[in-house]
């Protein structure tokens, strides 16, 4: 649940905050009169990403067992690759997507009201898929049949909203680049879980070998179904039996991933006796 909410947080800020800012410039250029084809926009991107995670969620359930696990499995190294090329690319472009978005919605205006919906569409749609695809991934590999992920999302998405109104009204502050530093170094994480578990997918699809190697096998002291079990399972997507592929696979995701993306969103900070900035006036 912990992980799907954060999930839900981040992919849900980002969304709104694509919506906010493209509202606000388009009161700011005095052209109220097209706020409701972007909110047209807005919601046909909602719908589509419910659609397209209904897909998901009830498509595979006619499918034999192993193109299940196939499907499965390959749609969550998907997620993984989505989510490491998002996380990167807020980091290295937080700072721009403001002004990126406005060029965008200037050409949009120019082109008439249905530009406009197109535009909000699109923005907001990518996100959205991408919400939608990542949050499937992860209950998914949380292995629970009950409704604890789906609540964990609808409340990240439920804060994400909030704080995106919030922000758009100027009641409160937040520190974006270090918000979206923090919780990218937790979706690493969470992500590695994700990719261990499209492995086991795809290994018991017949797939990948070594379904049989485990690395280890702490059932006894870590049982399923207990309260510490369903925390790291939700949490972590910890998997008390895991192979030896799986275990490789998250120990190189975490350990590449998260030490590249730690120095694009962590810069250190140059000293002012540094002799380069010295030289540099």
């Not at 996100?127 to 049949?145: H, M, P, R, S």
């Not at 879980?193 to 190697?213: F, N, R, S």
């Amino acid at each position: 649940m912990l992980a799907n909410y954060l999930i839900g947080l981040r992919e849900g800020l980002e969304a709104a905050l694509v919506a906010s800012i493209l509202v606000a410039y388009l009161v700011r250029l005095g052209r109220r009169d097209l706020l409701p084809a972007l909110w047209a926009g807005v919601a046909a991107a909602v719908t589509v990403s419910l659609a397209f995670g209904a897909l998901l969620t009830f498509g595979p359930s006619g499918l034999a067992f192993r193109a299940q696990e196939a499907l499965g499995g390959l749609l969550s190294l998907a997620a993984v690759g989505l989510v490491t090329w998002m996380i990167f690319w807020m980091a290295r472009t937080a700072r721009s997507m403001r002004s990126d978005l406005q060029h965008r919605l200037d050409d949009a205006v120019a082109a008439g009201r249905a530009a406009v919906l197109v535009t909000a569409l699109l923005a907001v749609g990518r996100e959205g898929l991408e919400t939608a695809l990542f949050l499937w991934a992860g209950a998914k590999a949380a292995g629970t049949t009950s409704a604890a992920p789906l609540t964990g999302a609808a409340l990240g998405l439920a804060t994400a909203v909030l704080l995106g109104w919030l922000l758009y009204r100027g009641s409160v502050h937040l520190d974006l680049r270090a918000f979206f530093a923090w919780t990218g170094a937790s979706l690493v994480v969470v992500a590695a879980g994700v990719a261990a578990y499209g492995i086991h997918d795809l290994q018991e699809a017949g797939i990948l070998p070594g379904e049989d190697a485990l690395a280890f096998d702490v059932s006894g002291a870590v049982p399923p179904g207990s309260w510490y079990g369903v925390l790291l399972k939700g949490v972590l997507n910890f998997s008390p039996a895991t192979t030896w592929l799986q275990a490789v696979v998250w120990v190189l995701y975490v350990g590449v991933v998260l030490t590249a993306f730690v120095r694009t969103a962590f810069p250190r900070r140059v000293r002012r006796a540094d002799p380069a900035v010295v030289a540099a006036g």
